[in-house]
Every structure is written in structure tokens, then in C-alpha cells.
């Protein structure tokens, strides 16, 4: 069975729940605290599995794959059906481009490392943290927002969500936990929407799993 070494709260591990529910793939979850003991992911024996020290973390037999993007790769080329990428290259391609925007342009900038860094090493208060975060949310979403209209309504996969909605949905998940309005952004609500009333997504939100508090 393939493990899956998550923390509820984490949007890159949120995005590998979603994807691996997908497609239908059963899997066990070993849950990693990224605060409690001083961040568990920086335990020597989480280290041993994994250097980068962060999450989500997948376990295939002697297969272990970090990083979200990846394992999201890896799930689509070694269990194909159901897809999670549109089969014209052309809108394969603009599909991987909204995700690497979400997961490399937006979330790297407020994930938990970088606000607790600007507290603790900068000294940054919480107003101006909070600035921060929506700052670069918004920026982010409203690119987002206009790349989105490729779809006309639709989902990534007309009638279904697959890799964009696995990244998309945490993203707001997040934006929505700092409180960010995002009335401007119309199509990425209406596509959160679509998901929300799925049973795949309702399995991988946060507060559906085992380590939630």
C-alpha cells in the first residue's frame, strides 16, 4: 500500500490527498506535526526518509518521492486511469502552468517556513505578516484568476476536476484561513465550488484527517 507521510494543514500535502482520491488509489497516511517538538519534520528519523525536510512525502515499495508536483507525475505515469491531465498537449501544458503557478509562485511565499521566519528571525508583527500573505495571495490570484478563463466555465477536464483542481482547492483552503476576501475572483470560486461538493475532496480537506486538531 502506498504511505503517505502528511500533516493536515499542509496545502502540498492536501494536494497529494486529493490526487490520490482522484484516482481512486488506497493509501495509508503516517502523520508528521510540522510544529509540535520543534517541526517533527526535522526529526533525525524523518530526515533519514526524507533530507528536504518537508512535506508530503510518498512511499511506493522502495520507491520515496518528495515534493507535491512530483508525486503527482509520478501517480499519473504509473496509474494513468483515471488521468489527471487533459489529453490535448496544448491544454496539458497550460494545466501544468496554472499549478506551477500555484505551487511555485504563490504558496512558497506563505507557506510555514517563511511566516515563521519573518517572525521570529525578522521580527515582522502579526499586521504586517498578515500584509505579506495577502499581498502575494492576491497577486498570485488574480493571475490565476485570468488563466482560468482557457476552461470557459468548465473544469479542467470538462466535466471533472483533476491536477489544476488538486492544487487550486488549497490554495483557497489557505487564502480563506488568513481571511482573504476573494469575491474578484469569480471562476476560481466557481471551480472551488464544483469540488467542494465532491466526495474526493471532502475526504482530503483538513479537518477530515486522523491528525486533525
Not at 196 to 202: G, Q, R, T, V
Request: hydrophobic share 45%; with cysteine.
Amino acid at each position: 500500500m502506498l504511505t503517505l507521510y502528511s500533516y493536515w494543514r499542509s496545502s502540498a500535502a492536501y494536494r497529494v490527498r486529493i490526487a490520490l482520491n482522484l484516482k481512486g488509489l488506497s493509501y495509508r497516511q503516517v502523520p508528521v506535526h510540522l510544529v509540535k517538538d520543534g517541526g517533527q519534520q526535522h526529526s533525525p528519523d524523518y530526515l533519514a526518509l526524507n533530507p528536504q525536510g518537508l512535506l508530503p512525502l510518498l512511499v511506493d515499495g522502495p520507491t520515496r518521492i518528495a515534493q507535491s508536483l512530483a508525486i503527482l507525475e509520478y501517480l499519473e505515469e504509473t496509474q494513468p486511469q483515471p488521468a489527471l491531465l487533459p489529453r490535448d498537449p496544448a491544454l496539458r501544458a497550460q494545466v501544468r502552468a496554472l499549478a506551477l503557478h500555484i505551487a511555485c509562485d504563490i504558496h512558497p511565499l506563505n507557506n510555514l517556513r517563511v511566516l515563521q521566519y519573518l517572525s521570529t528571525e525578522l521580527g515582522v508583527g502579526d499586521e504586517a505578516k498578515n500584509a505579506w500573505y495577502a499581498h502575494w495571495v492576491h497577486s498570485g490570484l488574480a493571475a490565476l484568476e485570468q488563466g482560468l478563463g482557457v476552461f470557459a466555465g468548465r473544469l479542467s477536464l470538462g466535466e471533472r476536476p483533476g491536477y489544476l483542481e488538486a492544487c487550486l482547492i488549497p490554495q483557497v483552503y489557505n487564502a480563506r484561513r488568513f481571511n482573504c476576501d476573494l469575491d474578484a475572483y469569480p471562476r476560481i470560486l466557481a471551480m472551488t465550488a464544483r469540488c467542494a461538493a465532491l466526495e474526493a475532496f471532502k475526504q482530503a480537506a483538513p479537518d477530515a484527517q486522523p491528525d486533525a486538531q
